[in-house]
C-alpha cells in the first residue's frame, strides 16, 4: 500500500504561482511512475502531469503545457507540481496518483492509477 498525501494548495490571485507536494509513504516512490490530476466541481476528473519512475519522462495537458512543471525527488519519496501564471480556469481539487505500470500514454488516465491522494483545494481568484 502507498498512502499519498497532497499540500501546497491555497487562494492565490491570477498570475501567482504555487507549489504542490505528494508525499507517499508505506513504499519506495521510485517503483511508481506519478501523476497529477484536477477536479473543479461538477466536472470530471482532468489529467494534469505526469512524470516517468526515475524523472527523466514528463507529460503535460496542452493547457497547462509551459506553465507548470512537475517534478519528483525520490529521496525525499515526494512528487511535485510547480504551477507558475495561474488563471481562474485552473481552480480544482488537485490530486496526486501512483501507478506502477512502466510509463506510456495510459499514464494520462485515471483508470492507470493504483493510488490516489485527497487532494488539495487550487482557487485562483481573478
Known amino acids: 500500500q502507498v498512502q499519498l498525501v497532497e499540500s501546497g494548495g491555497g487562494l492565490v490571485q491570477t498570475g501567482d504561482s504555487l507549489r504542490?507536494?505528494?508525499?507517499?509513504?508505506?513504499?519506495?516512490?521510485?517503483?511508481?511512475?506519478?501523476?497529477?490530476?484536477r477536479q473543479a466541481p461538477?466536472?470530471?476528473?482532468?489529467f494534469v502531469a505526469a512524470i516517468n519512475k526515475s524523472g527523466g519522462t514528463t507529460t503535460y495537458v496542452d493547457s497547462v503545457r509551459g506553465r507548470f512543471t512537475i517534478s519528483r525527488d525520490n529521496a525525499k519519496n515526494t512528487a511535485y507540481l510547480q504551477m507558475n501564471v495561474l488563471k481562474p480556469e485552473d481552480t480544482a481539487?488537485?490530486?496526486?496518483?501512483?501507478?506502477?505500470?512502466?510509463y506510456s500514454s495510459r499514464y494520462r488516465y485515471?483508470?492507470?492509477?493504483?493510488?490516489?491522494?485527497?487532494?488539495?483545494?487550487?482557487?485562483?481568484?481573478s
Open 20 to 37: 504542490l507536494s505528494c508525499a507517499a509513504s508505506g513504499r519506495t516512490l521510485n517503483n511508481y511512475g506519478m501523476g497529477w490530476f
Open 42 to 46: 461538477g466536472k470530471e476528473r482532468e
Open 93 to 102: 481539487v488537485y490530486l496526486c496518483a501512483a501507478t506502477s505500470e512502466s
Open 110 to 125: 485515471t483508470g492507470t492509477y493504483d493510488y490516489w491522494g485527497q487532494g488539495t483545494q487550487v482557487t485562483v481568484s
